[in-house]
């Protein structure tokens, strides 16, 4: 048996409570070796692909699998379940699956993507972008984390090459149907009573980076008056972004960054990172719109300088109507429920036939501590990803 209990404390955060786990970073690295012990005792065959994606093969690997899983990596200060749910409920589904005597007729894979979050280098799906072609080789390795360590650097740190890196036709021609099990990350399942549920769409949403450039400067002796202080024109910036999210559209300012960072320093510059999501790519580009040019009238008013960097982005995704619909039957007319959250789902959506199952959350809190499934709920779910692969299996 696998639980998320085994890995509880690998990366347990006790500054921000909850989990850092960050795309080959040395607490992810140990979670992949977990993996692949775990996947290697049930007898799957691992291997990493040119993306830094671990594939478990139950059987010869082989195009049009069956794949399953989900990420290992989690937000700064993250909950236990996102990410980890999906991948120990694919090797539990697998054990459910043996236990019956089942042998899969076709391929069958269970899939850890790496860098999902994107908590690292900051473009989340990071894996599947790349083996899909979402993201230039180039540009990914090119990516650094907080401390200067690019992509390139992290992957080779961990065995990879990085000149190997991007579309891989091989990998996608492999997958003949994904299903991701996510807890959910609302309360949807709370308020429909259900312990399980199927996804219907994906917000479209993307990151966006201000970079505010102005005067740094003493905070006692530089008077109001004399003051070019990017964090004036920053704070504006926050405050846009919460009167532009309207009629359902969200959006977020969770990681600012003053340069260089002092009590009494007046920042010569300031990064934030926007959060955007909506309903399609309309609404969605109309909230950074509006917000972008707050903040160049902000930037202008207070004698600073503002760009802005699109870092990420993905279309509203729906998911196949057939694959859910047949899914949801399956597992006995189980509701289905769009989300606000991206997924490595959303990702592969675009390429092959891709589900998603849900499990309750009973706070409904996610990408925080509180974050949330009933064991009663997990094991709901492990029945369903198994009873939904063996008949995909078929
Ligand atoms: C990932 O979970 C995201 O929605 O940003
Ligand atoms: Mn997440
Ligand atoms: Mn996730």
Known sequence: MTSLADIAGVGADPRRGGYSRHGFDRVELELR????EEATRRGLDVECDRNGNLWAWWGPPGDGAVVTGSHLDS????????????VVSALEAVDVLRAKGFVPSKPFAVVVFAEEEGGRFGVACLGSRLLTGAIAPEAALRLSDSDGVTVAEAMAAAGLDPALVGPDAVAL????VFVELHVEQGRGLVDLGAAVGVASSILAHGRWRFSVRGEGNHAGATLMVDRRDPMIAAARVVLAARQAATSGARATVGKLVPNPGGTNVIPSSVDLWL???????ARTRAVVEEISAAASAAAAEE??????????YG????????????????????PALPTGAG??????????????????NPTGVSHAPQEHAEPDD???GVVALAAVLEELVR
């Open 33 to 36: 070796t977990w993996f692949t």
């Open 75 to 86: 937000v700064p200060g993250g909950g236990a379940f996102d990410g980890p749910l999906g």
């Open 173 to 176: 021609r492999r997958i003949g």
């Open 275 to 281: 959060d955007a999501r909506a309903e399609d790519d």
């Open 303 to 312: 004698g600073c300088s503002v760009t802005v960097t699109e870092e990420s």
């Open 315 to 334: 279309d509203t995704v729906v998911f196949d109507a057939a694959l859910r619909d047949s899914l949801s039957g399956v597992l006995g007319g189980v």
């Open 343 to 360: 997924h490595d789902a959303g990702i592969l959506a675009g390429h092959v036939p891709t589900a998603m199952l849900f499990v309750r």
């Open 378 to 380: 997990c094991a709901a």
